[in-house]
């Protein structure tokens, strides 16, 4: 009996310790931005297709605010990376797969806690281009991001417009989603969160 009782204790000493909070937010007004610079050397060329690979040097983020039981909480999102690129041509088509190293700055603020994520990762991504006109292509592209227990993704499309060769000014929509998930422990209960912006896309991508 008195094991049984201790064990009671412990239970309910374990749920007081710590409940974790579950943060969930969904903004539809948002301001994302995106920007790269990539190099690419061709290695294989034909009148219909060419291939090269290279590099890129990218970001992206977005931060704003929702509304709690407890008044206005933010968020924010900040990802860099540096990546191995590759690039495959036919005709107006263009795709470019990536893989890479990111760096990632993420929080949330809740109504106890600041859930986030800071650190290295890994990061992956695709990009898909189609010129529809000399000065305008239509593009989409995803990119994705982990570390720990934080998956960070912004999927964008729109249209590039070429004031110069190697300039495209960007115009689109974003859908940004970051989830962190700390997991459970014997003494706490954990921490996730769920925040995904939607919203005006501005970026940029240099290309030499």
């Known amino acids: 009996m008195r094991l049984l009782g201790l064990m009671l204790s412990l239970l309910t000493l374990t749920a007081a310790c710590g409940v974790g909070e579950d943060i969930r937010v969904r903004d539809r007004d948002s301001l994302l931005f995106s ?25 992206y983020g977005n931060r704003g605010e929702y509304t709690s039981p407890t008044g206005k909480k933010d ?18 088509f263009l795709i470019r797969p990536k893989i890479g190293i990111g760096m990632v700055d993420f929080s949330v603020a809740g109504q106890t806690t600041t859930v986030g994520e800071a650190g290295l990762g890994l990061m992956v991504g695709v990009e898909g281009r189609y010129r ?6 239509v ?70």
């Open 35 to 59: 920007g790269r610079a990539n190099y690419v050397e061709t290695v294989s060329k034909s009148p219909t297709r060419n291939i090269g690979i290279g590099g890129e040097l990218g970001a």
């Open 132 to 137: 529809v006109a000399e000065p305008v292509d």
């Open 75 to 92: 968020y924010h999102v900040t990802m860099t990376y540096a990546a191995f690129l590759a690039e495959i041509g036919f005709r107006n």
């Open 139 to 208: 593009f989409v592209r995803g990119t994705g991001f982990q570390r720990s227990s934080l998956h960070s993704s912004l999927l964008e499309f729109g249209f590039g417009f070429y004031p110069e060769r190697h300039v495209a000014v960007e115009l689109g929509y974003g859908i940004a989603s970051n989830v962190i998930d700390d997991g459970l422990d014997f003494f706490n209960a954990g921490n996730s969160a769920d925040v995904e912006a939607q919203g005006l896309l501005v970026s940029m991508t240099l290309s030499f």
